[in-house]
């Protein structure tokens, strides 16, 4: 299990951000999460990449538990775990190059390593995601947004995580561009072993990337289950209510017509 979270509990004052959620995601696995803004599946991405401590429960990344570590222990575990955020030109430094932008975390996860082994390295990433060494020198206001999100993804890639949190990751690009995005996060899962923690309010994105999908209703988790199973016959009132108002029944054709197509 690469992901393992058992009675997660997240406090802000006057709100129960997070209030007892247990999940997993396997190897391989994407799981995602859905529900309507403020439900606490932001908060509960943010206590998976350790940047907020939570008040109970426990997170374990690959059978480490995140609590109680520190220093170098810490920043090796949450190597494993990076994000792609929902929008690609507010995630990337407007000051750096595409190059650059892949080139800084790989100095920090390969810290021996020359110029020229570096290089080569970001030209595997660049090519993994399908973009060109052309696009090495250009800055994120240079690239469109699909190509911003690529980089983003190459990024992430850089330090070699075992599980990609995806947040909302398609959901500022148009229709053929996600397709396209989708069916790279497809390849990249099954070339690279990856596993994903998917954020998403998208019915058709989660349809077609998640396993498995959970929905989460003021902080807490109402119902889990497999996807084709739970979005096609949900058992829980308020998730009944959130797929109706979700947008994806129409757009699932679309979507999935132009993934086949791209």
């Known amino acids: 299990m690469i992901l393992d979270v058992q009675d997660l509990l997240v406090r802000f004052p006057g709100v129960t951000a997070v209030d007892g ?15 309507e803004s403020g439900c606490g599946k932001t908060t509960l991405a943010r206590t998976v990449l350790g940047l907020q401590r939570p008040d109970g429960g426990t997170v374990a990344i690959a059978g480490t ?17 990076q994000i792609v955020f929902q929008n690609p030109y507010a995630a990337l430094n407007p000051r750096m190059t595409a190059g650059r932008l892949v080139d800084e975390p790989l100095r920090l996860a390969h810290p021996d390593a020359g110029r020229d082994d570096r290089r080569r390295r970001a030209e595997e990433l660049f090519d993994a995601v399908g973009l ?11 690239l469109s947004g699909g190509q911003c999100q690529r980089v983003a993804i190459a990024r992430a890639l850089a330090v070699g995580p075992r599980l990609l949190v995806l947040d909302e990751p398609t959901s500022a690009l148009d229709v053929s561009v996600q397709a396209q995005i989708l069916n790279l996060l497809d390849r990249l899962r099954r070339t690279r072993g990856l596993s994903y923690l998917l954020i998403s309010h998208d019915l058709a994105v989660v349809r077609h990337l998640a ?27 308020y998730t009944k209510a959130l797929l109706d108002a979700m947008p994806g029944r129409g757009r699932a054709a679309l979507l999935a017509d132009t993934i086949e197509a791209s």
């Open 21 to 35: 959620v247990s999940l997993s995601v396997a190897e391989n696995e994407c799981f995602a999460l859905v529900g």
């Open 65 to 81: 538990p995140l609590a109680g570590l520190r220093g170098r222990a810490l920043r090796r575990l949450r190597a494993q775990v």
């Open 132 to 142: 060109t060494g052309t696009h090495r020198s250009r800055y994120p206001h240079e």
């Open 211 to 237: 396993d498995r999908v959970g929905v989460m209703r003021a902080g807490r988790l109402v119902e889990q289950g497999p996807s084709a199973q739970l979005l096609d016959a949900p058992q829980h009132p």
